[in-house]
């Protein structure tokens, strides 16, 4: 006996839980399987599209002015123009106000812990006030127990990098913060909860002494960034008690990981998942797969839960086990492979051909992971469908440099949104 | 620009700094010039064994003898640089009992301690030793950090009145008729320490005396005076575990063979090494055999290997030197011992020596040698007090251990950069201000990298060098941008961003050699954190021309009409 579900997904990032959620809109029953924690605590938070065309061109200021250009097997390529807007606008339908960008097709410049500026196609409602395609003038605060985000450096970066405002940074200590080596989500939390915190003028909550650290150092700016720690679960109160207190426009500035905008997003999806009906088992692997009798099908998958083997079985399969920090594709010395369905993922054999020597050049490991047909079902290596209803989606994908291109969110959306629509329409036959 | 000194030493490896700190505690004004930053050479590339001598045992006891003595000299002057972690002998079945009794005898009659455990003993000392060990010989082989060694004779020499010039390539030899009298050097930037996009200078710098300390580049140096000197270049590979599967250094008991030794460091062990030689030693192939072979091989010693992450490989080149006519054609045969080379006498050209060959664990040995020999030419009477005076950082170990708690450190953290810092420890640690982990991995903090940065500048590798930052799990993805924060705001913001660059750019040069399994997976992380979150790779303030933001989204939403038409 198995466990049985119409549409089964494998993999909880973005890219699994958006195909959870397109399948459960064709009114089936749908099961998410998932790991480890995604590749969503890593990164930033933000919807990338398309940045640069594959031969490097850009920012691009329209990414659908590029998406028809793109080369054969691109992931972009395989789902056609319209299933990337499509995909958006259902993505701006689960995120509701959490997430801007949808009012225009352009893609915004976010400005980076780094300095940097990158653009983007949609973001957190806590980076929109901080654009820097946005000519207001900025005050970035940083704070002297977080290495990770040097606001004077980054002020600095950003007015080298052209920025159409002025960009000033100051370093102060956080009220509230003892240990030297507090963990993000310590700051987080301290907002979140608005903990009471001691500072020279006696006890206060953290957020009115965060303000007040603030206060005195902004001149004319009418907007002020902080790095990404501005809450978690009540980030957008924190965020507007900040911008009441201060009188001015009040953003993050997307980090390094373990990144709270990511993670709010994980957070955003997986409530979406609850809504929705869908089944959730997570923290635990699929590990092995039964295909039917003609052997063109799979039948059924096995889950490990500590050690018992539990079967489960699914009209349709998605596989969104994402690509090499997802753990979807992994190598060994001699090879890479994707390591549930051993599908085939196209490499060089010596896997000094897997890397070029400048570290941002053209990386072939940036693109390893499986070829697909137009239905997104995993290619052999004969270009035949390796099983007749499993479809990939996300990061597992080939065929792109999400890094280099800016595309990883984008592809992932529009990847999910279509293996689990088709997997929804046909596991509901 | 020309400036005199007594002595002038050509490299700043462990032979240069040696040298330099002997001959300045004898009262020499000493300069030491280094093309790179201390220990870019053989020094930074080597497998960190303090050698017992008992791999020269049985085939060069000459150098095994010396080789027990500085040891021993070593733990004592250097303990903050050494980790006295014993090593053994390992014999598996197929291994010779022949040259088992060889190397036992050989040991006693060079006087290093050796006692025979049996295969059952061995593995209680290293549970990760193949089942089937026979026996193994126990010594004192030990692991010794170079980079902290030679840092420690630099700084040593500074206080002694020695300049230290780093970044300072000799492009000529001064020489006139029969003598040496200086060199020309490059400075990458300006004098002192290393700012990044600063424009260089020349200088020459004349001297009583030239010591080429060059190692494998001595004959780079010799040609810019005409001077043949045989220095035949040998590479070898080491490979970086990321977890220390074994706490003692594991050598195999066999006559000679590649990939033969594991040495335990910090938190990882090294696997190496090969030995093949080559024309030029800046520009050998590095090889994907090798690499396979440190692991194929040692994993007879220690099977886990064979399923264990590596964290990236390197290459080292050995400088050996043979005397003209010798004519070894194997590399491994040719010998370890250290050679000096009057020119005087060799070649009729006064003024310098060159000192080649040799092992890190015999460097104070050479520096002793090579510094009477300046003396003597010189005309200078002081003795030697090198094996005796510990080097800075080494004494006082209690006063850290009780300060402790003073830096408001967590204890691993502390007693890392205790370790690292040894008697600095209060001096570089002892600070009002915030002092956060900038290198999560390593556990380095930023008083720690700020005390680099005063010494170094804009030199993110000779930051990474003295503090151990980004040398962890991640390979610095997570962690360089936060060292190059660091120089701001020093440093303005373009030189620190050419230094991020450059340190990026390195660190991703060795990994590159160790890309696969989780390597690859982490690599692909680093990738993306610095090309996708903070689009380094496409940074606008790096590329030419004026991006139009003014095209761009604003993220100012025009007011929307209700559809009721309301507003
Ligand atoms: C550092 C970093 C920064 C980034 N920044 C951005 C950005 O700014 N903008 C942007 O658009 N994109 C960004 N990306 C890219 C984007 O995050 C990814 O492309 C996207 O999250 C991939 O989603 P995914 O669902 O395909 O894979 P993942 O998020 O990797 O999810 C795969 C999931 O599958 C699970 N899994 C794997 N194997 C199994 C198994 N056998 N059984 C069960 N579960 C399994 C894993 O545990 C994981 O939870 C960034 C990526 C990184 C690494
Ligand atoms: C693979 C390998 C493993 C080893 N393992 C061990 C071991 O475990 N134990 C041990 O005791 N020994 C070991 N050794 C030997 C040991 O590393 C070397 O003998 C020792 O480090 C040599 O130091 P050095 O100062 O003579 O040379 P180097 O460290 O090479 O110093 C020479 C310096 O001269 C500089 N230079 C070159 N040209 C110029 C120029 N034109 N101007 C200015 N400067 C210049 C170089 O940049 C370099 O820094 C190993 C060697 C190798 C290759």
């Not at chain 1, 997986?270 to 092995?288: C, H, Q």
Request: with cysteine; glycine share 10%; net charge negative.
């Amino acid at each position: 006996m198995a466990i049985e579900d119409d549409v089964l997904v494998l993999g909880g990032g973005l890219a699994g839980t958006t195909a959870a959620l397109a399948a459960a809109d064709q009114d089936v029953q749908v099961r998410l399987v998932t790991h480890k924690q995604s590749t969503l605590r890593h990164a930033s938070g933000l919807i990338d599209v398309l940045g640069y065309t594959p031969a490097g061109d850009g920012p691009l200021v329209d990414p659908f002015d590029a998406l028809s250009d793109l080369p054969d097997g691109h992931p972009y390529e395989r789902v056609g123009v319209e299933a990337v807007r499509e995909a958006l606008s259902f993505f701006d339908d689960v995120a509701g106000e959490a997430y801007a960008g949808a009012h225009t097709g352009a893609n915004a410049l976010v400005p980076t812990h780094g300095g940097t500026v990158k653009p983007t196609a949609r973001y957190p409602a806590s980076t929109a006030a901080g654009l820097a395609s946005d000519d207001r003038d900025t005050l970035l605060v940083g704070f002297e127990t977080l290495p990770d985000f040097e606001a004077p450096l980054a002020a600095a970066h950003l007015e080298a990098a052209g920025v159409p405002f002025t960009a000033r940074g100051v370093t102060l200590s956080f009220p509230g913060i003892v240990r030297d080596d507090a963990k993000v989500t310590r700051y987080a939390h301290l907002l979140d909860q608005n903990e009471s915190v001691s500072t020279g003028a006696g006890e206060t909550g953290a957020r009115e002494a965060l303000a007040a650290a603030v206060e005195a150092h902004v001149e004319d700016e009418s907007r002020v960034g902080f790095p990404a720690i501005l809450g978690d679960e009540h980030a957008a109160e924190v965020r507007a008690d900040l911008a009441d207190a201060l009188g001015v426009d009040v953003f993050e500035v997307p980090m390094g990981p373990p990144s709270l905008p990511g993670l709010r997003l994980e957070d955003l999806l997986y409530d979406a998942l609850e809504d929705a009906g869908v089944r959730v088992t997570s923290g635990v692997p699929v590990v092995e797969y039964e295909t039917g009798t003609d052997g063109d099908r799979i039948d059924h998958v096995v889950v490990d839960r500590t050690g018992s083997k539990l079967p489960h079985r699914a009209d349709q399969y998605v596989l969104a086990t994402g690509g090499l920090v997802g753990k979807g594709v992994r190598s060994e010395r001699e090879r890479v492979y994707e390591p549930l369905f051993d599908c085939h993922v196209p490499h060089a054999a010596d896997r000094y051909d897997w890397f070029v020597d400048d570290v941002f050049g053209d990386q072939p490991y940036a693109r390893f992971g499986l070829r697909v047909d137009r239905e997104l079902r995993p290619l052999t290596a004969d270009d035949e469908p390796e099983f007749s209803n499993l479809r990939a989606a996300g990061a597992v994908l080939s065929g792109y440099d999400f890094a280099a291109e800016k595309s990883g969110g984008g592809v992932s959306l529009a990847t999910g949104y279509v293996a689990g629509t088709r997997a929804g329409e046909e596991g509901g036959e | 620009m020309t400036t005199h000194t007594d002595v002038l030493v050509l490299g700043g490896g462990s032979t240069g700094c040696g040298i330099a700190r002997d001959l300045a505690m004898r009262g020499l004004e000493v300069t030491l010039v280094e093309r790179g930053n201390l220990t870019e050479g053989t020094t930074g590339r080597m497998h960190g064994l303090l050698h017992s001598g008992g791999r020269y045992a049985v085939s060069d006891q000459a150098s095994a003898r010396e080789c027990i003595e500085e040891n021993e000299i070593l733990r004592e002057i250097a303990g903050h640089c050494v980790e006295a972690t014993g090593g053994l002998f390992v014999q598996r079945p197929e291994d010779s009992d022949d040259y088992f009794q060889e190397k036992l005898e050989g040991c006693r009659e060079c006087g290093i301690p050796a006692r025979v455990l049996s295969g059952r003993e061995a593995r209680e000392i290293e549970p990760y030793l193949a089942d089937d060990v026979k026996r193994a010989i126990e010594v004192p082989d030990a692991a010794v950090d170079p980079f902290r060694l030679c840092v420690a004779n630099a700084i040593d020499a500074e206080t002694h009145g020695a300049r230290i010039e780093t970044h300072a390539e000799v492009i000529d030899l001064l020489r006139d008729g029969d003598d040496i009298h200086g060199v020309e050097v490059r400075h990458e930037s300006g004098p002192g320490k290393r700012t990044h996009t600063v424009a260089g200078t020349t200088e020459e710098i004349t001297a009583d005396y030239v010591v080429n300390a060059t190692g494998a580049w001595a004959g780079q140096i010799g040609n810019m005076a005409d001077l043949e000197i045989e220095v035949r270049p040998s590479k070898g590979v080491m490979t970086i575990m990321n977890v220390r599967q074994v706490d003692t250094v594991i050598n195999r008991c066999r006559p000679k063979g590649d990939a033969d030794i594991i040495v335990p460091h910090e938190t990882t062990a090294i696997l190496g090494t090969t030995d093949e030689e080559v024309d030029d030693p800046d520009d050998y192939p590095e090889e994907q055999w090798e690499v396979d072979q440190m692991i194929d091989t040692l994993s007879e010693l220690v099977p886990i290997l064979s399923e264990a992450r590596t964290i990236r490989s390197f290459w080292g080149v050995r400088p050996l030197y043979e005397p003209p006519g010798t004519g070894t054609t194997d590399p491994t045969d040719i010998t370890r011992e250290f050679f000096l080379l009057d020119h005087a006498e060799r070649d009729g050209v006064s003024g310098m020596s060159t000192i080649v060959g040799g092992k890190l664990t015999t460097y104070r040995a050479m520096a002793e040698e090579i510094a009477d020999h300046v003396c003597d030419k010189l005309g200078v009477r002081a003795s030697c007090a090198t094996a005796d005076e510990p080097l800075p950082g080494s004494e006082t170990i209690e006063t850290l251990e009780a300060g402790m708690d003073d830096f408001g450190l967590r204890s691993p953290v502390a007693r890392r950069s205790k370790q690292r810092l040894g008697s600095r420890a209060s001096e570089v640690l002892d600070t009002d201000a915030a002092n956060p982990v900038v290198c999560q991995c390593e556990g380095v903090t930023r008083a720690e990298i700020q005390d680099a940065i005063t010494q170094s500048g804009t030199d993110l590798n000779a930051v990474r060098i003295r503090t151990r930052a980004s040398m962890g799990n991640c390979q610095g993805g997570f962690c360089c941008q936060n060292m190059a924060n660091e120089l701001h705001p020093e440093y303005d913001e373009e030189t620190v961003r050419a230094a991020l660059d450059e340190l990026f750019q390195e660190r991703w040069k060795g990994e590159r050699h160790a890309l696969w399994g989780e390597q690859l997976s982490q690599a692909m992380l680093n990738y993306a954190l610095h090309a996708t979150t903070m689009n380094r790779d496409r940074d606008p303030a790096s590329e030419s021309g004026d991006l139009e933001y003014a095209a761009f989204d604003s993220g100012r939403q025009t007011p929307q009409r209700r559809a009721d038409g309301g507003n």
